[in-house]
């Protein structure tokens, strides 16, 4: 198996969630109509399949910026926003 080079994530090219799944998603073979969810769900599901048929190795540049972005802030953000949506989401456990 020949080795490929490694899919770069560069924390610098995004700020917030949002960004993060629109970067890495364009990394990745998905379904040409296929458009996954912009959550922790939908990106666990695309680790199983979604990168191709062949393994990759993922380099993240600039970690302590991306924790900072996609930390705990950002994460009651996400739930929180959940919570101010209500149905269809489970209120009760956000």
Excluded: C
């Amino acid at each position: 198996m020949a080795t490929s080079s490694p899919i770069i994530l560069n924390g610098l090219d995004f700020h917030d969630l949002d960004g993060f799944y629109t970067i890495i998603y364009s990394m990745m073979d998905l379904y040409e109509d296929w458009k996954p969810a912009h959550h922790l769900d939908a990106f666990n599901d695309i680790l199983y399949t979604g990168f191709g048929k062949e393994p990759v190795k993922l380099v993240w540049e600039h970690t302590g910026k991306s924790r900072t972005d996609l930390g705990l802030e950002a994460t009651r953000y996400f739930y929180q926003h959940k919570i101010n949506q209500g149905k269809p989401y489970n209120i009760n456990w956000a």
